[in-house]
């Protein structure tokens, strides 16, 4: 997916080669353009395991009339001149020019959009054929494959024909973008998988020159694994003998290719990959140097780590040292392209399901032990949620983009007409519609930088506005100058021509705003080319105060068919290109810099980790900027898709089916002013779109158990301290609960805890001096049902001094990829009983049979209603901090909450019978929506029998209409011998 700007796809022979991407996949729109576009999304196959008859009638079309007895449908039977007939529509070549035996890409320059909407003509034609397998689709080369694959499908279709046709509904496109600044997010220390390296498998390790590779290959070997160190030629430390050490000679691909190669045959397969990142305190060139090795060293292990992953974990770990705190801390200055790093993986976190990636960011002020020890922590953490970790001395952090609206006030920074904006990119696209948005609100100055050349258009093309009539126009032009033109050629021409249009349109648009502008066709990565142009410009209309860095190149292709060449493009436009225009102006001279990064830097992307990578840098780059250079007003912005005429309707449902909103081209130009002009010029990097939340397409149908380990300790939990029963700590059994459901999400990344059945508090876990120091979670799967739910049964234990199992917590949790729609309660009483006036400050410990909970568990406002069946509950809990909730911070279940619904139980017991009662089992337990901190919920409690030992109830937690946020059907509560207290 591309930021909206100036993106250009690379042409060359080299780059195009094997550039098949299979969904899920978002990739750049061509040559400077700014759209984000996914390859076709299509799904599964529409049809079903059940088989009934159906008739075939040949239709007078030489179509397929497939009649059963609820529907009909119609499929061709010969789909080679339909594809052609459909590939001239949306190309404008001429139908005459096309061969099947032409290469989609080679040959007719069709890039992954166009694919998109070429199949989805086809669609339209025929709508009933399945929808090709993305993977399988990204694979073919010519317009003849594709035919006969899609042919395959169709004949596939008449022989499994079972099910109606599902109606195609025409999806709003509602423009609610979000705007998201990044920030830190506190963790809690991780967790620890319990797990063993094969023998036959070894931990690759590079060498960062200091002491902290020397002790994790020495801890590592002393846990059991087997380790093999690779040392660049920048940074080679002289390990002791009993380390295996593999030394690189020169920076050649070949090189690095052979070594692993050898390393694998004489020491066995590479199972986990650990690089350590030098630290630099400026760029340069050495530093790129390993960074583009670290690319290539995970295009040549994937085949590697992804085979060890069907053994058990396989990891991808890089650490880098900018400050601990992914550049946000401000603490120290810091070369921002080690962060490159947190993008190539979290792409690579995408592309490799099966193996665990992970970026670190260490900060420069941890000494060597304590390195290895987060480290070590992190390779073991089952948390598949998380890509990023950052620790510091303050602890354990991540970074996450949080919608926050941008409030406009009269307060606001000045845009003078005197201002001059440096724009690379910026003539075409959706960076010309910023600029011309700029330039209709301050008619200030303009720089446009483009690769395009400006010469004068054919006078024949002149007047032909229609794509295919003026390709046609360019066909006729070759023949006349006695060349045979081949497709590529035509596109190639008619680019030329459209970019030289677009340019005019962008400076007419301009001037006609008020502003001014003039256009430089130059290269930025060409920083002497660019200076020599850039001082008579200047000259003219003005010290430059502003730079917009728009430019960017693509090569979009898995990691293990990218090439050096593909690094080299996207990272130059970006990086390099960025670094000549801070040449050509310095950071003190600006009073803005605006950086136009994506959402692919932030969330990662399959087949663009080069393009995440160069973004990352970007946004660290906004980062130290603005640490350094506070004067300047320094965003980095995360685009999402935009919406424009490029975007097809196949696209904005793709779109759609990701639940992605693409951003009109009008509100994110303004999106964009309004950053400008924000008084908070101390946001400086920015998500705007919807978030890229990668869900993995495949579950392994085998059933798996994991136990994975807890250090569970009183001071990491503050909000223990309000939960003391008889003068000790306790775990709320809620926590139990959320313990379980959130361990259960993490190792299933895009499944939801939806319910739990037969819950059971087996021993409550009690901070004294008999409680253990680690809990064992056990996690079973039971059952997986067609990738869309999975079964599974959880307990919590512990070792008692003696060497016993001590069981604490059991439930069966079912998860869920789309949660049920919340159903409504029917018997919503909120009418208050003024017999029954108990508030807050009276029902929270307040002697006698009051509630014994403190300040962060003291949710019930007021007693509505209650009866000898029935009791209703005014209830609103301001959000813990992340501090306060430590090892039990809320996911999807809400621990605070549910014990705040559990309250209903006591508060019933202790009016009616004088007596409390706490929670030892949940019959079911199903959670629709989670209960939002710091809003008023209702929880009403439907009593069903009450014994000398226990109560029984079901509790429902639900809005003022009425919609249920969760319910608990026969919660038991115990009641207590005597009163707490």
């Known amino acids: 997916m591309r930021n909206q700007k100036s993106e250009q796809k690379v042409e060359s022979s080299e780059t195009k080669e094997n550039q098949k991407l299979p969904a899920p996949m978002f990739v750049e729109f061509p040559h400077e353009t700014v759209e984000h576009e996914p390859q076709f999304l299509a799904s599964s196959n529409h049809l079903s395991d059940t088989q009934t008859d159906a008739t075939i009638v040949i239709c007078s079309n030489d179509d397929v009339l497939v009649k059963s007895e609820n529907q009909e449908i119609k499929i061709p039977t010969d789909l080679s001149n339909i594809l052609l007939n459909i590939v001239s529509d949306k190309t404008g070549y001429p139908v005459e020019m096309l061969e099947l035996s032409m290469d989609i890409e080679a040959d007719l320059g069709i890039d992954s959009i166009k694919r998109v909407e070429i199949l989805g003509g086809l669609l339209e034609l025929y709508p009933d054929l399945p929808r090709p397998n993305p993977e399988e689709l990204g694979q073919l080369r010519t317009l003849g494959e594709i035919a006969e694959y899609m042919q395959h499908q169709a004949e596939g279709l008449t022989q499994l024909f079972t099910q109606e046709k599902q109606d195609i509904k025409e999806q709003e496109f509602h423009h609610k973008i979000l705007r998201s600044p990044a920030k830190l997010k506190p963790l809690p220390q991780p967790d620890i998988l319990d ?27 002393v846990r059991g694994g087997k380790i093999v160190v690779l040392s660049f030629p920048s940074t080679q430390s002289d390990l002791p003998v009993g380390i295996n050490q593999i030394r690189l000679n020169d920076w050649q691909e070949e090189s690095l290719q052979q070594q692993l190669t050898d390393i694998s045959n004489k020491f066995g397969l590479v199972g986990s990959f650990i690089h350590l990142h030098p630290v630099f305190s400026d760029s340069s060139e050495t530093e790129k140097t390993i960074l583009c090795h670290v690319f290539l060293i995970a295009k040549h292990l994937k085949e590697s780590l992804n085979q060890a992953a069907t053994k058990g974990r396989s990891s991808f770990l890089s ?53 290895v020890k987060y480290i070590l922590a992190e390779l073991q953490d089952p948390n598949l949620l998380v890509t990023e970790v950052g620790y510091t001395n303050k602890g354990r952090c991540t970074l996450v983009a949080e919608p926050t609206p941008l409030t406009i006030t009269n307060h606001q920074l000045p845009i003078t007409k005197d201002q001059v904006f440096l724009v690379s990119g910026g003539a075409k696209g959706i960076t010309a519609q910023c600029v011309i948005k700029l330039a209709q609100e301050y008619q200030c100055k303009f720089i446009l930088l483009g690769r395009s050349s400006t010469e004068p258009e054919p006078v024949w093309a002149e007047g032909y506005e229609n794509e295919a009539e003026l390709k046609q126009r360019i066909m006729e032009d070759f023949l006349d100058k006695g060349e045979k033109p081949t497709p590529i050629m035509v596109q190639r021409k008619y680019q030329l021509i459209y970019s030289q249009r677009e340019i005019k349109n962008t400076l007419k648009a301009i001037e006609k705003a008020g502003g001014k502008a003039e256009y430089l066709s130059v290269d930025i990565t060409d920083r002497n080319l660019l200076t020599e142009k850039l001082a008579p410009v200047i000259e003219r209309l003005g010290a430059i105060t502003g730079i917009i860095h728009g430019a960017g190149n693509l090569a979009d292709k898995r990691i293990e068919k990218k090439t050096i060449q593909d690094f080299e493009t996207v990272y130059t436009a970006k990086v390099q290109g960025l670094e000549n225009l801070l040449q050509c102006v310095p950071p003190s001279q600006l009073q ?177 001096e008999n409680s253990a120091n680690e809990y064992t979670l056990e996690i079973q799967e039971l059952a997986k049902i067609e990738n869309k739910e999975i079964q599974i049964a959880a307990k919590i234990s512990s070792i008692t001094p003696d060497g016993k199992i001590r069981y604490h917590f059991s439930t069966n949790l079912i998860l869920k990829r789309e949660i049920p729609t919340p159903p409504n309660y029917e018997l919503v009483n909120l009418n208050q009983d003024e017999q029954f006036l108990s508030t807050n400050p009276l029902l929270y410990q307040n002697g006698g049979g009051s509630l014994f909970h403190g300040t962060i568990f003291q949710g019930v406002k007021s007693v509505l209603n209650a009866s000898p069946g029935k009791l209703t509950i005014e209830c609103k809990l301001p959000e813990p901090t992340p501090q306060q909730q430590g090892q039990f911070p809320v996911q999807t279940f809400n621990p605070y909450i549910a014990d705040v619904q559990i309250h209903s139980l006591w508060i019933w017991t202790q009016h009616f019978h004088q007596i409390g009662c706490l929670p030892s089992e949940i019959l079911n337990f199903e959670q629709f929506a989670p209960v939002p901190f710091g809003e008023t919920f209702y929880v009403t409690c439907e009593v069903k029998s009450k014994t000398e030992s226990n109560v029984v109830a079901d509790v429902i937690t639900h809005n003022q209409q009425g919609q249920i946020y969760n319910r608990m059907i026969g919660a038991k509560g115990t009641v207590l011998v005597k009163q707490i207290g």
């Open 195 to 221: 797990f063993t390296i094969p023998e036959n498998q070894i931990v690759l390790i590079t060498d960062d020159g200091s002491p902290t590779t020397e002790k994790l290959a020495r801890i590592l070997t």
């Open 319 to 371: 650490i880098a040292r900018l400050d601990g705190e992914f550049g946000l801390g401000k603490t120290n200055n810091f070369s921002p392209i080690s962060a490159g790093l947190f993008g190539l993986t979290k792409s690579l976190n995408q592309e490799w399901e099966t193996v665990f990636c992970r970026s670190l960011d260490l900060s420069p002020d941890l000494d060597a032990e304590t390195s």
């Open 592 to 768: 803005y810099l605006v950086l136009f990064s994506s959402v692919v830097g932030f969330y990662g992307n399959v087949g663009q980790a080069d393009y995440a990578l160069a973004n990352e840098i970007l946004n660290k780059s906004a980062h130290i900027i603005k640490q350094n250079y506070p004067h300047c007003h320094v965003v980095a912005i995360n685009w999402g898709p935009w919406e424009s005429g490029m975007v097809s309707p196949e696209l904005k449902t793709a779109f759609a089916e990701r639940g992605i909103e693409t951003i009109p081209l009008e509100i994110g130009a303004q999106m964009l002013v309004n950053e400008l002009i924000n008084t908070n010029s101390n946001t400086t990097q920015v998500v705007i779109g919807s978030p890229l939340v990668y869900i993995p397409t495949t579950l392994p149908s085998d059933l798996k158990t994991y136990h994975i380990k807890r250090q569970l300790t009183l001071a990491s939990n503050p909000f223990l301290h309000d939960h003391v029963i008889a003068g000790r700590p306790v775990l709320p059994a809620t926590c139990g609960l959320l313990w379980m459901a959130n361990t259960c999400e993490q190792l299933y990344p895009g499944f939801k805890a939806f319910s739990c059945s037969n819950f059971k508090v087996l021993k409550g876990i009690v901070f004294d």
